[in-house]
Each structure stands twice: as structure tokens, then as C-alpha cells.
């Protein structure tokens, strides 16, 4: 009984096995922290050292300006202790830490050990690398954990990359996109805040598109990544909805993982929904990776459209390629 049978395809899973969560303990976002490094680079700055143009980079990809400094764990302790405020909660509240990264400060000791020990945190910590999907693969991971009877209470989920110092600044196709950013939610078990549906899938086939060794710069082909993203994402969020018995005119708050803002207006034209539904941090961001999640809940929660009740959903996608999708009711 609540054996997993995976799904091929989207690598969601079938009922039979959430029925091995306990569907009567449900979660919802207690705190949000949003802060991001201090410098700022313009595409004016990119101007004067790469044959590139602000017009250019604005027209392809949205962006105006990125932020930029500090290691990973610095970041995301910066935003676990801005999230631990805002919930009104103490260190000793938290029950478990996940951190989403593809930057680690180390090889070992896992990232989220030493934002553990920044936060005078108590308890566990773990690391997930789903590159761009990782906050939401986290989200998921940390929500089906809480749901065990025997699962943690209250978990720390951080979304934080350095991206820019795995960065060629001399590398126009990659260096305009990407900036530093962290962001992080306090989840607590409580009556009000559900997860409706989720989908996460990888294709480790696609490897060659967007990848970056040890010691290397992020390689990217930008226009097959573009492509294969749109796709992944519209039918990320349909299985995902499919789950939670919606569609997409039903989502109240779109949550894209920020990008390129022509890949979140052709999302949204293939799902058929209004680009008034989402949040656009990018023009000011940069593509912040694991970050632009959490970052971009912070914005739709200071544009005050994060109500109880509210159907959210969250996609994400970046190298693997690895994608997912949660649905929540907020
Ligand atoms: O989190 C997931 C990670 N990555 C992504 O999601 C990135 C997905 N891809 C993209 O966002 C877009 O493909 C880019 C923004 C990277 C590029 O936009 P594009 O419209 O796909 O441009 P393109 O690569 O097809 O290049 C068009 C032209 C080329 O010149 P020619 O061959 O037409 O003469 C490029 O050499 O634009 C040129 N180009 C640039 N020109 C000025 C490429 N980069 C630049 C630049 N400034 N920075």
C-alpha cells in the first residue's frame, strides 16, 4: 500500500503514494526574506566591455541591471534570517534546512552546514541541486517531508547562487544574463496552505546545452535552452494543475523562474493566461537561479495578491535540463 508508481514522463507521482503522506497536516509560507548583494552592474557597465548594447539586452532578454557579490552561504543566511523574521520565529523554531544551490561555497561540507551554523540553528541541513528548478524541487521535497506524520515542523527552504562567479565576464552569450541572489520561505505545518499538485522531471540527455565543469565557466546554448525551456515548463505546470484537478485560468499568481521575459510571455501565451498574473524581478536581477523563486514571491507578497485561499503556482527549469511545478493553495 502507497507504493510510488513514477510517471515515466514527467517523473510526478501517481495518488496511491500521496496517500502515504498524511493529507490532513497541511503547510503554508510563515515568512518570506528577499534581500539581494548590494553592487549593481547596468547593462551600461556590460557596454563598456563587451560588444553587446543595453537596447539588445532589454530587447532579448528583459534585463536592465543585475546585483552581484558575496559567497553562497553569506547570502542565504542573509535571507534565512530576513524569512525567520518575518514568521516571528527564533533559530530553535526550525526543524530542518534545505538549501537550493548549484554555487557552493565548498566541495564539502554541504552549504546549507554553514548557513546552519551563520543562523545558530539547531538541526539538520541538506543541499539540493536542481540548478534554476531547485527552490521548487526543494519546496516540493520540503512539503512531502512535513507531511509524515513523524516529519518536521517548521523547514527552512533558502533558494541562493553566486552565478556570477562561474561567470565569463568576457562572454557576451552568458555574461548579461546572470546575477547573484538569494531568497528563503519558512514553511510551518498549519491549517491554512496546501499543496494541490507537483510536477519534476529531468533529461539528463540535454546535458550539452547548459553545463559548467569544476573549475569552468557556465557554456549555454542559449537558443536550444530557450526552446526546450518553454516546452518543459507549459507542460510541467498542466501536469502539475492536472494533479490538483485545475487549469491554468485558475491560478491566481504565476511564479516563473525569471529567466528571460520572453520565455515567461511565451509560457503564458501557451497556457493562455495574462502576464498580469506573474511578477517580474528580472529587469532588476538577473537570471538569480535557485533565488528567483522565493525572490519573485517576495514581490507578488509586497504587491499584496498572496491571499489565503489564492491558487499559486510555482515553475522552475534550468540545466539537467531539470524542471518543476508546484500548485499551492496559499
Ligand atoms: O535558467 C536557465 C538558463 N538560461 C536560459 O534560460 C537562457 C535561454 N536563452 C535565452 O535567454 C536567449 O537565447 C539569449 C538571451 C541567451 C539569446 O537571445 P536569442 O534571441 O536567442 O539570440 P541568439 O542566441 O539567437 O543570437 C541572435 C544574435 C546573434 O547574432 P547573429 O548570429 O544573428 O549575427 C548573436 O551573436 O545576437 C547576437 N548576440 C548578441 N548581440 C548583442 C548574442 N549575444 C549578444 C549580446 N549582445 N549580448
Known amino acids: 500500500q502507497g507504493r510510488a508508481r513514477v510517471r515515466r514522463r514527467t517523473g510526478h507521482i501517481e495518488p496511491a503514494h500521496r496517500l502515504a503522506a498524511d493529507e490532513r497536516i497541511t503547510v503554508r509560507v510563515a515568512g518570506i526574506g528577499p534581500p539581494l548583494p548590494d553592487n549593481i552592474v547596468t547593462n551600461h557597465d556590460h557596454e563598456r566591455t563587451l560588444d553587446t548594447t543595453d537596447e539588445w539586452i532589454r530587447d532579448r532578454a528583459g534585463i536592465a541591471e543585475r546585483r552581484t557579490g558575496g559567497v553562497t552561504s553569506e547570502l542565504a543566511a542573509r535571507a534565512g534570517k530576513a524569512a525567520l523574521a518575518d514568521a516571528g520565529m527564533a533559530p530553535d523554531d526550525i526543524d530542518l534546512l534545505i538549501l537550493a544551490t548549484c554555487t557552493p561555497d565548498q566541495r564539502f561540507p554541504a552549504t546549507s552546514a554553514t548557513v546552519q551554523a551563520d543562523l545558530g540553528l539547531t538541526c539538520g541541513a541538506l543541499d539540493v541541486n536542481a540548478v534554476c528548478a531547485g527552490f521548487t524541487y526543494a519546496y516540493i521535497t520540503a512539503y512531502l517531508m512535513m507531511t509524515a506524520p513523524t516529519g518536521p515542523e517548521r523547514v527552512l527552504v533558502c533558494g541562493t547562487d553566486t552565478l556570477t562567479s562561474i561567470t565569463d565576464w568576457t562572454d557576451r552569450n552568458t555574461a548579461i544574463l546572470f546575477g547573484d541572489g538569494s531568497g528563503a520561505v519558512v514553511l510551518e505545518r498549519h491549517e491554512q496552505g496546501r499543496l494541490l499538485g507537483w510536477d519534476a522531471g529531468a533529461d539528463g540527455n540535454l546535458k550539452p546545452i547548459l553545463f559548467c565543469d569544476h573549475d569552468g565557466f557556465i557554456q549555454m546554448e542559449g537558443r536550444e535552452v530557450f526552446k526546450k525551456a518553454v516546452r518543459a515548463v507549459v507542460g510541467s505546470v498542466e501536469a502539475a494543475l492536472a494533479q490538483a484537478g485545475l487549469t491554468p485560468a485558475d491560478i491566481d499568481v504565476l511564479l516563473p523562474h525569471q529567466a528571460n ?70
Open 261 to 330: 521575459i520572453r520565455i515567461i510571455e511565451a509560457v503564458c501565451q501557451r497556457l493562455d493566461v495574462s502576464m498580469e498574473i506573474t511578477h517580474n524581478v528580472l529587469e532588476h536581477t538577473g537570471n538569480t537561479s535557485s533565488a528567483s523563486i522565493p525572490l519573485t514571491m517576495a514581490a507578488a507578497a509586497d504587491n499584496g495578491v498572496l491571499h489565503p485561499g489564492s491558487i499559486v503556482c510555482m515553475t522552475g527549469f534550468g540545466a539537467g535540463m531539470a524542471w518543476a511545478s508546484a500548485v499551492v493553495e496559499w
